[in-house]
C-alpha cells in the first residue's frame, strides 16, 4: 500500500497524453542532471508495466561522466580487449528492464561533459525516444580551418568548443573533460564542395605549436602541410570505448524527432533486439554551431536485430564512418564437441561479449570460403564459455560430413531484420552511405546520396575480415538519387573467393537516378542470382554505355532494360 501511494505521488495524468498514461516531469536545473534523470527513471520503474511519460522541459540538461550510470556493455564494432580492457559505458540516460515509457524531450537539450553514453536501452518493450537534441560540450572529433599555408607552416582557427592547450616547449593538445588528444585520425571537409574525406592528420608530425592569439595557431612543420584554406579539418582517436546509444536485447523501440549533435564515440547501436523504428532523426551539427563533424565513426550500426528496422525521413551528415550499417555477425566454428554441440568463436577484434544464440533459434553453418549454406539446425540452449566463446547445443545431432568440414561459420538466421530504408538524406560522408547484409525483404527507396566517397550502397557479405553476414534474398533499390557518388555508385561485393552458386539473390535496381562525375560505373554485382536493372537514368558529363555503366561478375539470371543516357 506504501509502495502504491508512492508511485501515486510522483505519476498524475496529463491531458497532452492519453489518460491512461502517466507523467513523470524531470524539471530542469544549473548542474549536473544526470542524478535528478536517474530519480526519474527510478520513478517510472515503481509504476511497474503501467504506460509513463517521462517528461523534459525546453531547456539543457547536462550529464556528467562522473555521475552517469557505469555498466559493462561489450558493443558490436566498438573496440577489442586490447584497445579497450574495461567494456564500462558510463550511461546518462540508463533505461533497464522496463516496458510502456516513452520519453518526451519537449526541445529539451542533453549535453554531455566528458567521453560517454547518452543513453541506452536494456532488456526492454515498447520503449520510445522522442523530440530532443543530444549534444556535446567538448566533441571528443575537435575542429579546426586552415587560414593559411605556407611551405613549413599552417595557421589555423580552432572551433571554440575546441579546448586546447600548450605547454613551454609547443607541444599541442585538444583537452576535454577527462582526455586528451595529440595524434590519431583526421579527415577534411571541403565547404566549397560540401565533401569530407579521409586524410593526412596535421598533429603527429606537428613540431610546434604557436599562439598568434587566442584560437588563432601558427602549426610549424618540416615540410609544407597537406592542406589548403578554407578547408576544415576533423580530429580523433581510433578507440570507440563509448557510444551514443545502446539498443539491446529490446523489442519495439522508436526513436522520433531526435537531433542527435554529437555522437561520441561511436553511433546508435542494436544489438539482438527486435522491431526498431528510427523516423524524423536529423544527425548533423546543430545550426549557428560553426561545426561541420556529426559523429565520431559510424551513425546507426545494427548487429544481429529481427522483426522490422524501419529508418525514414532522416537527415545524415557529417560522419566518420557509414551512415548506417545493418548485418548480421558469423562466428566461426571451433569445434564439434559432441555430435549435438558446437563450440563457436567471435573472430573480429571489434566485436565480441554479448549472447548471440537463444533457445529456439533457428542458424546456418556456412562455408566461409563461398558463403553458401551448408546446413541448419535449430538451438536448444546456449552457454556463453567466456567472452569469446559460445557453446551451442543443437535440437539435433550433425552428421559426421559437416563435422569434418574445415573453416565452418555460423549465422543466427532468426535475428535477421526486414528493412525498410526509405526518404531520407546523406551527405558529407568519407565512405559507404548505406551497408546492408540481411535475408529478409530490404526495400531501399527515396534516398539521396551527395557525394558519398565511397558506394552510395554496399551489399557485401564476409566470413574471414569483418565476419558481418550475410546473404541477402529480396533487395528492392528503388526511386534514388545518386549524385556525384564515386564509382560505383551501387556496389554488391560479397567476399567470396571460391565459386559454389551465388551468394546473393533477388536484387532489383529500379528508377533509380544516376548523376555521375566521370565514365566509371554506376552499378557493380557480383554473384547475383536474379538481377533485374531496369528504368534508371544515367546523367554523365562523357559519352558512355549502359554496358560500361553496368558491370556485372558470375552473375546470373541477368535483366537490364529500359535504362537511359543522357549527357
Not at 531547456?59 to 586490447?82: F, G, K, Q, W
Not at 550475410?470 to 555508385?489: K, L, Q, W
Not at 561485393?493 to 565514365?519: K, T
Amino acid at each position: 500500500m506504501k509502495k502504491m501511494f508512492s508511485c501515486l505521488l510522483v505519476c498524475y495524468a496529463s491531458l497532452a497524453f492519453s489518460a491512461a498514461q502517466h507523467v513523470i516531469r524531470v524539471v530542469p536545473g544549473e548542474g549536473d542532471m544526470t542524478p535528478r534523470i536517474r530519480e526519474a527513471v527510478g520513478k517510472a520503474r515503481a509504476c511497474k508495466d503501467r504506460p509513463v511519460v517521462i517528461e523534459f522541459a525546453n531547456a539543457d540538461y547536462d550529464l556528467y561522466r562522473e555521475s552517469a550510470t557505469a555498466r559493462p556493455y561489450p558493443v558490436s564494432n566498438t573496440t577489442s580487449e586490447t584497445e579497450n580492457p574495461d567494456p564500462t559505458k558510463h550511461i546518462g540516460l540508463w533505461l533497464k528492464n522496463l516496458r510502456n515509457v516513452t520519453i518526451e524531450g519537449n526541445g529539451a537539450r542533453l549535453v554531455t561533459h566528458g567521453e560517454m553514453t547518452a543513453f541506452a536501452i536494456d532488456s526492454c518493450e515498447n520503449i520510445t525516444l522522442r523530440n530532443f537534441t543530444v549534444a556535446a560540450a567538448d566533441p571528443t572529433v575537435p575542429e579546426m580551418t586552415v587560414t593559411e599555408v605556407g611551405e613549413r607552416h599552417m595557421n589555423v582557427r580552432i572551433h571554440p568548443l575546441s579546448r586546447y592547450e600548450i605547454d613551454s616547449a609547443g607541444r599541442f593538445a585538444f583537452v576535454g573533460r577527462g582526455w586528451k588528444l595529440s595524434g590519431g585520425i583526421a579527415q577534411l571537409y571541403d565547404p566549397v564542395r560540401d565533401i569530407t574525406w579521409r586524410s593526412w592528420s596535421p598533429l603527429p608530425e606537428l613540431r610546434k605549436a604557436v599562439e598568434l592569439e587566442p584560437g588563432l595557431l601558427r602549426f610549424v612543420y618540416d615540410t609544407r602541410p597537406r592542406a589548403e584554406a578554407g578547408q576544415v579539418f576533423q580530429m580523433r582517436d581510433g578507440i570507440r570505448d563509448e557510444v551514443c546509444g545502446l539498443i539491446q536485447y529490446s523489442k519495439d523501440i522508436t526513436l522520433d524527432q531526435l537531433h542527435l549533435a554529437f555522437l561520441g564515440n561511436f553511433g546508435i547501436v542494436g544489438q539482438m533486439s527486435e522491431n526498431l523504428t528510427y523516423r524524423h532523426l536529423t544527425f548533423e551539427p546543430e545550426p549557428g554551431s560553426g561545426r561541420t563533424c556529426a559523429g565520431f565513426a559510424d551513425f546507426v550500426q545494427m548487429s544481429g536485430c529481427k522483426g522490422e528496422i524501419r529508418i525514414e525521413y532522416s537527415h545524415f551528415s557529417g560522419a566518420h564512418d557509414d551512415p548506417i550499417n545493418i548485418h548480421g555477425t558469423h562466428l566461426a566454428v571451433r569445434q564439434f564437441t559432441a555430435p549435438d554441440q558446437v563450440l563457436v568463436r567471435y573472430m573480429h577484434p571489434q566485436t565480441y561479449g554479448f549472447q548471440s544464440f537463444f533457445p529456439g533459434n533457428e542458424i546456418e553453418f556456412i562455408d566461409a570460403h563461398t558463403l553458401l549454406p551448408v546446413a541448419a539446425c535449430k538451438v536448444r540452449q546456449a552457454e556463453m564459455k567466456n567472452d569469446r566463446e559460445i557453446l551451442i547445443t543443437l535440437a539435433r545431432p550433425v552428421g559426421q560430413d559437416l563435422s569434418d568440414k574445415s573453416e565452418l561459420v555460423v549465422e543466427n538466421t532468426t535475428y535477421t531484420p526486414e528493412v525498410v530504408i526509405r526518404g531520407n538524406y546523406f551527405s558529407r560522408v568519407p565512405t559507404r552511405g548505406i551497408l546492408v547484409t540481411t535475408r529478409r525483404r530490404v526495400l531501399i527507396e527515396n534516398n539521396t546520396f551527395f557525394r558519398t566517397r565511397m558506394s552510395g550502397i554496399l551489399i557485401a557479405d564476409d566470413a574471414r575480415s569483418w565476419f558481418e553476414s550475410g546473404m541477402v534474398r529480396d533487395v528492392t533499390i528503388r526511386g534514388n538519387r545518386f549524385v556525384e557518388c564515386a564509382s560505383p555508385a551501387i556496389l554488391i561485393a560479397p567476399e567470396n573467393d571460391r565459386n559454389g552458386g551465388y551468394v546473393h539473390r533477388n536484387i532489383r535496381i529500379e528508377n533509380n537516378r544516376f548523376r555521375l562525375s566521370d565514365a566509371g560505373a554506376a552499378v557493380s554485382a557480383k554473384s547475383v542470382g536474379g538481377l533485374q536493372i531496369r528504368g534508371n537514368l544515367f546523367s554523365t558529363p562523357q559519352n558512355t554505355s549502359i554496358d560500361r555503366l553496368i558491370r556485372t561478375e558470375a552473375c546470373d539470371g541477368i535483366t537490364i532494360e529500359d535504362n537511359r543516357i543522357e549527357n
